[in-house]
């Protein structure tokens, strides 16, 4: 147990180190022309060392927040409203899905063509399945990247055993151990299964999350990039590789609302029954409509 508590600490003294070792080098792991920079990234994007520097970045800023409220409730509206932002942007490929549908059902039932060709100078012409699978894209974009907006506008189906019944300063405990012992861990294991997954489909020869740094730099003089662009049908949507992508991005972001979470609980935990949704942004439908808000 010793030994575990004394190599935490020494991974977090490290982190401050490699943060400014990767600042001050930023052509080490930015210069793409570089093969070794590409499988740096590959290397570190999935390593305890990335983790530490940003299990390090959140206690050095919830230090400042505990010293400073407001700088606190400055970082909470500001992953708020990022979440919001991009959920807000990405929940349109939901309408673009509907259209593309319908398009879809007149080109096959009523033209009668096995193809769609949109553009204007330079045609984009695909096979009618290759539209039809895209429409996964679409719903992978609203899953992935509306989740944590859906979470801020408190929208996610919820089981509540105790929540309900307990005071609230006792359900901001609830909330802060939540964030700490469910979200982070989930999405720290999302993003170490996805990043490597996601470079299997970008590049040969395959990382490993087993390989060395130095395995990977040996590797780099082979290395070339290998987007996959193979579709579950002959004519079909051949590009799965964003799916990965999306998956780091998912990842990515609940950690970053994690963060968010529980610092809103903390400070709304500190701040009593007043401070409830403070700086929230939440959808409205309008004067009148308060009634129907939050029933879907």
């Not at 606190?72 to 673009?96: D, H, K, P, Q, S």
Request: aromatic share 18%; glycine share 8%; charged share 15%.
């Amino acid at each position: 147990m010793l030994d575990a508590i004394l190599w935490v600490f020494q991974n977090i003294a490290m982190a401050f180190y490699n943060l400014g070792y990767a600042v001050s080098h930023p052509q080490l792991w930015l210069d793409w022309s570089d093969k070794q920079a590409i499988m740096r990234v590959v290397y570190y994007g999935g390593s305890v060392d990335f983790f530490f520097v940003i299990f390090t970045t959140f206690l050095v800023l919830t230090g400042i927040g505990l010293w400073k409220n407001s700088f606190m409730w400055g970082l909470v509206r500001g992953l708020e409203g990022f979440a919001n932002t991009v959920g807000r942007f990405a929940a349109w490929a939901g309408l673009i899905m509907v259209i593309q549908q319908i398009i879809i059902v007149f080109i096959q039932r009523i033209f009668a063509r096995p193809d769609l060709v949109i553009g204007f100078g330079i045609p984009l012409q695909f096979d009618v399945s290759w539209y039809s699978e895209e429409l996964k894209l679409y719903n992978a974009l609203i899953v992935t990247l509306c989740a944590t907006y859906t979470f801020v506008q408190g929208g996610h189906v919820r089981v509540d055993l105790v929540y309900s019944a307990v005071g609230h300063r006792a359900k901001r405990v609830i909330d802060m151990v939540g964030s700490l012992i469910f979200m982070m861990p989930m999405a720290v294991l999302t993003w170490m299964y996805g990043w490597y997954f996601m470079w299997r489909h970008l590049i040969v020869p395959n990382p490993s999350a087993s390989d060395t740094l130095d395995r990977l730099l040996m590797k780099s003089r082979a290395l070339r990039w290998n987007v996959e662009t193979i579709g579950f049908s002959p004519n079909g949507f051949n590009g799965y590789f964003l799916f990965k992508v999306l998956l780091i991005s998912f990842a990515g972001m609940v950690f970053l609302h994690a963060m968010a979470f529980f610092w809103r609980s903390y400070l709304e935990f500190k701040e009593g029954p007043e401070s409830a949704n403070k700086y929230l942004d939440k959808d409205t439908l309008g004067a009148g409509e308060e009634a129907y808000e939050g029933t879907h």
